[in-house]
Nanobody, 132 residues
Framework: QVRLVESGGGSVQAGGSLRLSCAVS????????LAWFRQAPGKEREGVAT???????????????FYADSVKGRFTISQDNNKPSLYLEMSNLLPEDSAMYYC??????????????????WGQGIQVAVSS
């Protein structure tokens, strides 16, 4: 059973930083795409960042990261080379970054459309609140 569990969210003042983590279990493929999405109340779910992931027993590697324009230069997506975990380092946070953040898996390549429909597996989400 594939399971994604986010952690690290919380409340922070504008200009602050947070680090989100996503622990992945039950999923091992040679290549896939890991991503962070977010959804604010009353808004559609939007892509934040993606990272192409490769599994070459027993290590994980990555190539190609993409970011939404709204977070470029402030957020960094990364993965752990020794275990299936995804991270999102968020700095210089803005009130408009407040949302529920989700990690997700696309079973093939990172899609250019950022469409949530192209991601099969999802975490339950974790809240990030940025106050001004």
């Amino acid at each position: 059973q594939v399971r994604l569990v986010e952690s690290g969210g919380g409340s922070v003042q504008a200009g602050g930083s947070l680090r989100l983590s996503c622990a992945v279990s039950g999923y091992k493929q040679l290549r896939y795409c890991l991503a962070w999405f977010r959804q604010a109340p009353g808004k559609e779910r939007e892509g934040v960042a993606t990272i192409a992931t490769f599994y070459n027993t027993p290590y994980y590697s990555s190539s190609g990261t993409f970011y939404a324009d709204s977070v470029k230069g402030r957020f960094t997506i990364s993965q752990d080379n020794n275990k299936p975990s995804l991270y999102l380092e968020m700095s210089n946070l803005l009130p408009e970054d407040s949302a529920m953040y989700y990690c997700a898996i696309n079973e093939y390549d990172c899609p250019s459309t950022w469409s949530p429909a192209e991601f099969r597996y999802w975490g339950q989400g974790i809240q990030v609140a940025v106050s001004s």
